[in-house]
């Protein structure tokens, strides 16, 4: 098979809107042939080749430097690092047959796959491979942009559809199937892990914050009239929640239902619980009733006796004239790695054993949940963190040695959940709220108080969330 | 201290209602004495002791023969081997400090804690330990029964507020507090687990089963009229939720909102998402629509593109006429057991590797999740299943040198839930509905036909649950 002919981009031939925020975006040069085994690409420093290998049962692409460009630098990330010149990926036949993207394996229209694990070949074998270029919508001097394998690809696939693709053609049926290479590098598997990579890790995309980084989730915030409009804002901001797992949003009806609205430019669902669609912390200093005086209640995340647990949480202001009442909020992923770092064992304990929780409320209400207070997967990744010491049951499930030390790290993590370089803290006004990811991110609010009986009034509503960012 | 005196229990003077299900239950013997260090409990075939000893930062209790009574006799389960005499359970001073019940450390209405960790005395030591049993609930020559460490307590504990109680009296702030015996016994951790316990264990309190189980699943059936009356139906029916993951119910109003009346006897919420909050399954048999055909589904748990997935769904039948349109059930934890079994080694990369689900449909919906196919917590039980070929992304975060058992492994657990032996067939009528465990049990329904254009309307409704019975 030839090469497919390499001719270099113009300067600045791309920019615009979003640039800055793709500066690992790589491009696909121009193309002249159709049906090579290589393609090149590189960015405005850097060059590289991709070489299809068939293997016969498996397929295999190689990254390779370009013979007439620079090396590609390699950067500290360990993702980064796997994806460096030289390495490469491989896809078995059969995983290539079972993930096809043709109409026939897959409902175009909702990405179902309409056959079963039975109806796949007992053997598949690769009888061809390689890269398919439709001249049409990739003419020759046409750039088109490819992610890297670690990137994520542009949300909206449909705007890419001049991609180059990997075409496979697989025995016995002896059917070729295209794959987009951008999609190929996406959903590679087999990814040797380097060994300077921490066993535990953060969820792809998640930025860890402490209270240095107040500008940057303050300058989450947007106006609820903006995000209902749709567009890069509403993207942006939902983006956020992924990441941070914290937003604020301005200009939100204050009246009871005015987070609703919040809900509905999310494309969430109301969650409904016990407490009904909306949950009301009304807090009157009354002096006579000293359950609703102003204490301040320590970083938590809501209901971790629900099992699951409430996902996305939304606090509203209505009035917040008293003095105090501040809101917290601590970034519980970074956390329980500083818990790690600090104490692996304890780390350990805490994300082995389970503890559990527990409310009782009126009319027979009883809830229980027996999950662990750091959740890691079974891979390694941090899933979740529960932390409610108000309605945390007696732990039963750490043995007798180890809970001197369980203890010891469930004090610890507390303590750094109250460390002020933890926390960021910031005072709610009128029509303002905020959303938590109740997985992730705790929150709390600081003892307040007010000589003339002025109020604060917050509002919670849960909402069920698709969290269509873990999806890009 | 002195010893409490022992009279030995009337012979049969217990029974009635629901003494079936508490064949283990131990009873304690009337006692003459308040204030000692010993305790009597037995049942008509065994008899034995509670002996309370201060080890200064320690309580422990220890359960030994009665010199008068016959041994009890250990059965073959993990936990009750472990609960076999002459063992004991431990509880730190400190644990007891953190743990205590009184109306200054819990909050009587809704059990919420009232003291934070940062409250807790850093040292705490044990003063005195002793038996406190109020002679007003307790008379001599009554009963009260109290179960074992390892059996759940009475659902409602205000049922049993005569239980024999261990007063401990801790420094350094000189109090006392009181905590039942058989709360402590339900609540000791630390309990060593036999060498013989499997490392992969189901949840307490579930029963596993396949085909042989028909009548016993199908018995769980009630009516709808007498769960909406409460009492033991509903009781039962409710145990049977979490027991088999499987429940059946008739007497449905033959219409779209039927199944609400169900959710609302469950005590439920319904949990809304994209497809409102009823999901129709409308298939009627039009020939010149072929995505209405009447193909049959493989078992499959609903929606594990969401995260959380749902936890309980409701099947309910409104017209069931056709020839076929069976539904099926599976208890996916004696699947993913039988896996284990056959094939340790699957059963570890199915567990240990995230599978990826995902869903795309109209309007900008795209659902994704990140989620093990077998869910098993880091302390070795059976969380979650998630099986949906249908819905299965790509696989990318299993090692390439693993994927071709891993694939191995999720075809061997697809055959285990194909086999006629593992599933429960049942044909629904009209006015008929079943509960799954989403999380546990999966559903299907096989081909069917009708030559005179029949229909079989099922409409699903998502129940968002509190759980009640994991509580206890």
Redesign the interface.
């Known amino acids: 098979m030839e090469d497919i002919a390499l001719t270099l981009p113009t300067k600045g031939s791309r920019g615009g809107a979003g640039a800055a925020g793709r500066a690992n975006v790589r491009k696909v040069l121009c193309a002249e042939g159709v049906g090579g085994s290589r393609l090149f690409c590189g960015t405005m420093t850097s060059l590289y080749q991709i070489k299809i290998e068939n293997q016969g049962s498996v397929l295999r692409l190689v990254l390779l430097p370009h013979p007439r460009g620079p090396n590609l630098s390699t950067t500290s990330t360990c993702e980064e690092v796997s994806a460096s010149l030289g390495s490469s990926v491989?896809f078995?036949a059969?995983?290539l047959r079972?993930?096809a993207l043709d109409a026939l394996t897959r409902d175009p229209?909702?990405?179902?796959?309409?056959i079963?694990?039975?109806d796949l070949p007992e053997e598949v074998k690769i009888l061809n491979a390689h890269f398919s270029i439709s001249n049409s919508s990739f003419p020759p001097n046409a750039e088109s942009e490819i992610h890297s394998a670690y990137l994520e690809l542009p949300r909206d696939r449909s705007l890419c559809p001049d991609l180059p693709k990997v075409a496979v053609t697989l025995s016995p049926e002896n059917r070729t199937f295209e794959f987009p290479l951008a999609w190929l590098l996406e959903?590679?598997?087999?990814r040797?892990r380097p060994e300077s990579c921490p066993s535990v890790r953060t969820p792809k995309g998640v930025t860890l914050w402490d209270s240095n980084q107040i500008e940057t989730l303050m300058a989450t915030t947007r106006d609820l009239e903006t995000l209902k409009q749709g567009g890069e804002d509403l993207r942006v901001w939902l983006e956020s929640v992924w990441r941070f797992g914290f937003v604020k949003v301005s200009g939100v009806p204050a009246e009871s239902g005015g987070l609703f609205s919040i809900v509905d430019a999310f494309?969430g669902?109301?969650?409904?619980?016990?407490y009904g669609r909306l949950f009301e912390v009304r807090t009157e200093l009354n002096p006579t009733n000293l359950a609703y005086t102003g204490l301040g209640l320590?970083a938590h995340t809501d209901n971790p006796y629900?099992?699951?647990a409430p996902?996305l949480q939304i606090l509203s202001c209505i009035e917040n004239s008293c003095d105090g009442g501040e809101s917290l909020v601590v970034d519980g992923f970074a956390a329980a790695l500083r818990l790690r770092e600090e104490d692996p064992h304890g780390f350990h304990l805490l994300?082995?054993?389970?503890m559990r929780f527990?409310?009782?409320?009126?009319k027979?209400?009883?809830?229980?949940?027996?999950r662990?207070m750091i959740e890691?997967?079974?891979?390694g990744?941090l899933v979740a963190i529960r932390f409610n010491?108000?309605?945390?049951a007696?732990?039963?499930?750490?043995?007798?040695?180890e809970?001197?030390k369980w203890?010891a790290a469930?004090?610890r993590l507390?303590a750094i959940f109250?460390d002020p370089r933890m926390t960021i803290r910031f005072k709610l006004a009128p029509g303002e709220a905020f959303i938590v990811d109740n997985t992730r991110v705790l929150h709390a609010w600081t003892r307040f108080s007010g000589v003339s009986g002025k109020r604060w009034l917050i509002r919670t509503g849960f909402s069920?969330c698709?969290?269509?960012l873990?999806?890009m």
Not at 376 to 379: G, I, P, R
């Open positions: 491989r078995h059969f995983w079972d993930n229209r909702n990405g179902q796959r309409l079963t694990l039975a959903n590679a598997y087999g040797v494309g669902f109301v969650r409904e619980t016990n320590q629900r099992d699951p996902t994300s082995t054993y389970p527990e409310f009782k409320g009126a027979g209400v009883h809830l229980y949940a027996r662990p890691v997967s079974a891979d990744e010491s108000r309605s945390a007696s732990v039963r499930d750490v043995p007798f040695e809970i001197e203890y469930y004090k507390s109250d069920q698709t969290r269509p873990k999806a």
